[in-house]
């Protein structure tokens, strides 16, 4: 097939080259060449004539000069090379066929000549005549081949049979009054010459349309043949079942996709309705009745619909069901490919089933962590806030370093839960980033100073600088940036024994921000090659012994790189065993403009404000209760308890209090439920501040809707719990300002 369609090809483009100016010409000397002999005849059969009437010298003159042009129009024509040359080529070899056949026409004018004035047939202008009229006809007939040529040839000929009439006429050779039926005579000649000539250049132009349109027809057709059988072999071979259909909708093909997939036989499927062959009790009615309304509206449809095979066994297929049209939009056929999903769909429901899973462990975990920081962070919440109630009274020294004790201990245990909760939520992506203005070099000269003392306390030396211009303010998340600090810091100190320890800062400007570079070097014990693709692994060190030698849980890098990676940059570690590290960090901050400056931290200690100040503290946990009445005691404020939500929310109904602080898991009532109630009553309304154990950004969250103002984590410290009562009591005291 693909054989005759590039035959077909090959026929066209054979057709625009015959047609072409070149290939014209090349016709026209192939013409003349051919009919050589048969022109010949004629010349001749004059001649002849000539010899008998005239006698021997003029038939033979005659016959010479016609033979001599005759020689040289063809032997010029055959000299061309084959093909013809195309620009200056084909333009040469028109000028000279022309010349050639322009005396060609010459040596027949000649001819015509010695005929007219010989002494018999000089009395009959007839066989002149005739013999220039046959000229004039050969030479219409190359007209669509070389028109400059015909014209030249008839323009001799009709010009020797004007000037040879009236030239007689004029030289009294003739009667006069035979001038007249003479010329009408040559005009009527040229007219049938002219005839002629229409008819067969109108012919030509018909034969060469109608051979066009034949070769375009057979290429269309061909390559319609020829997308057909493609369309045929895909159909056959295609792994879907391909089915068509009549304008019944009964069937009439099937491809062996369609056997294998349904177990039913071409013979067994044709003539009858697929719905009748294959539908299953179970099918949807709904999508039948689309099915059915589209097949109605002559209109496409493509859906999934439950099928039983030849076995009874049940096959999902996804269907395409398209109508092929007639021009006047009738529909002629129907062609329908079903593919077998019921894989699929079974891989759909596990993969549905294994992502439910996902989720109801992902919750489960999440209620773990929530109940394990509770339940680990209320009791550390007493032991480290006893401790410091205990090292703010009159201690002797061994006291003092036991109390000491007791508070690193459950500090660096409040550490490890921190760390754990921390990659907890940076899996889960739960980690919200809370961008607000803030000093780039403050953050980090504070959060190098908060270390110092850890440092001094190994006779290390722990430096900051900064080496470019840093601006004023940044827009970031502040408090994620410290926590990336104190975790890269305190790991520096961690494994350097001697020498020092470097942080250095570095700010370019960038069109969308400030390009940050944040450098942590020590001169530690540093990290081997084969160690480097693990530094940020969770839970894991360089090596063994250096857990045991120096301790933690291998968290704090993996945290630090989750950070930077949330807020959009990069971390790096270059490294040489024996001779320390370096941690790059580099993040991008935004301009200062880009957001409001955050709302400014109240001064430490206690003020005026709090004076008279009423306090509910709602909590189940008796040492969280004890913690707190030890941390005011010396505040001037009234301090009342709750054990659960519901005492509080009837404490609230009684007397209203100035601020809350309410523990969020409570047993009666949760301190949720318990904000809630407040919120919706019809009195006076206090802050509350929630108060618990749970840090994760969603029990902020749920805090939040339940109108609660704010939000301490335990364990609480004496300082942040003054921070917040001497922010509230001032916020309180202004609006009492205002509203006089």
């Not at 849980?553 to 790096?572: D, F, N, Q, R, Y």
């Not at 209760?625 to 519901?646: C, Q, T, Y």
Request: positive net charge; hydrophobic residues 45%.
């Amino acid at each position: 097939m693909s054989h005759t369609g590039s035959s077909r090809t090959d026929q066209l483009s054979g057709f625009e080259t015959r047609y072409s100016r070149r290939g014209m010409l090349r016709r026209y000397a192939r013409w003349r060449i051919a009919n050589f002999g048969t022109r010949q005849i004629v010349t001749i059969t004059g001649g002849i004539a000539l010899v008998v009437t005239n006698g021997p010298a003029s038939g033979l003159i005659a016959v010479l000069a016609a033979l001599i042009g005759e020689a040289v129009d063809c032997l010029y024509l055959r000299s061309l090379p084959m093909p013809i040359p195309a620009g200056r080529g084909y333009r040469r070899a028109k000028q000279f066929s022309t010349l050639t056949a322009a005396f060609q026409a010459l040596t027949i004018a000649f001819c015509v000549y010695i005929g007219w004035t010989g002494p018999v047939t000089g009395l009959s202008p007839f066989f002149a005549m005739a013999f220039l009229t046959g000229a004039s006809i050969d030479a219409g007939l190359t007209m669509p081949y070389h028109r400059c040529a015909s014209i030249v040839r008839l323009t001799i000929y009709g010009t020797t049979a004007l000037t040879l009439n009236i030239g007689t006429y004029l030289t009294g050779s003739a009667n006069t009054a035979a001038l007249v039926p003479n010329l009408s005579a040559i005009l009527l000649l040229a007219y049938m010459v002219m005839l002629f000539q229409g008819f067969v250049n109108q012919n030509f132009q018909r034969q060469r349309a109608s051979t066009l349109e034949l070769l375009r027809k057979s290429r269309r057709l061909a390559r319609r043949q020829r997308e057909a059988l493609q369309l045929s072999l895909v159909a056959r071979n295609a792994n879907d079942s391909v089915l068509l259909s009549d304008v019944r909708g009964r069937i009439t093909w099937v491809n062996d996709a369609f056997t294998r997939i349904t177990g039913y036989t071409a013979q067994e499927a044709i003539g009858k309705y697929p719905g009748d062959l294959l539908n299953a009790p179970e099918t949807d009615p709904g999508t039948l009745k689309r099915l059915t309304a589209a097949i109605a509206a002559g209109n496409k449809f493509r859906g999934e619909i439950l099928n039983a095979s030849k076995t009874g066994q049940r096959i999902w297929v996804e269907i395409n069901l398209v109508p092929v049209k007639a021009p006047n939009g009738r529909v002629e056929m129907w062609v329908a490919v079903e593919r077998d999903v019921t894989a699929a769909r079974a891989h759909a429901r596990e993969i549905t089933a294994a992502r439910e899973a996902a989720e109801r462990g992902a919750r489960v975990k999440a209620e773990f962590l929530a109940t394990m920081s509770h339940e680990l962070r209320t009791p550390l919440n007493g032991v480290i806030g006893m401790a410091d109630v205990l090292l703010d009274s009159k201690l002797d020294a061994d006291q003092r370093e036991n109390a000491l004790t007791i508070r690193s201990s459950a500090r660096a245990l409040l550490t490890i839960i921190n760390d754990i909760l921390d990659l907890s939520k940076l899996e889960a992506r739960k980690t919200v980033l809370r961008p607000v203005r803030f000093d780039l070099l403050s953050c980090l000269r504070e959060s190098t100073q908060l270390l110092t003392p850890q440092a001094r306390s190994k006779d290390l030396r722990l430096t900051f600088r900064a080496l470019t211009l840093v601006p004023p303010l940044v827009l970031g998340d502040e408090g994620r940036l410290r926590q990336i600090l104190i975790n890269l810091i305190g790991n520096a100190l961690k494994f350097t024994a001697e020498g020092k320890v470097s942080v250095t800062l570095s700010v370019a400007a960038r069109d969308d921000g400030h390009a940050v570079t944040i450098k942590v070097s020590d001169t530690g014990i540093g990290i081997a090659p084969d160690k480097f693709d693990h530094v940020f692994d969770r839970f894991s060190q360089a090596d063994a012994d250096i857990n045991r030698t120096h301790g933690g849980t291998g968290l704090g890098l993996t945290i630090s790189k989750e950070l930077v990676e949330a807020m959009g940059g990069s971390i790096s570690v270059t490294s040489e065993l024996g001779q320390g590290t370096c941690f790059r960090i580099m993040l991008l901050f935004g301009f200062a403009s880009q957001a409001r400056l955050p709302e400014g931290k109240a001064e430490r200690g206690p003020c005026l404000e709090l004076d008279g100040m009423r306090l509910l503290v709602a909590d189940d946990n008796k040492v969280n209760r004890l913690l707190i009445s030890k941390f005011l005691k010396d505040v001037p404020l009234n301090l009342e308890f709750a054990h659960n939500g519901a005492q509080a929310v009837e404490a609230v109904q009684r007397n209203p209090p100035d601020l809350i602080l309410m523990d969020v898991a409570m047993p009666v009532m949760s301190g949720l439920e318990a904000a809630r109630m407040i919120r919706a009553g019809d009195g006076a309304q206090p802050r509350i501040i929630a108060l618990t154990a749970n840090t994760f950004d969603s029990d902020r969250a749920a805090c939040d809707a339940a109108g609660m103002d704010d939000f301490l984590s335990k364990p609480i410290r004496r300082s942040d719990l003054m921070e917040r009562l001497t922010h509230y009591a001032r916020a309180s005291a202004s609006a009492r300002r205002a509203g006089h």
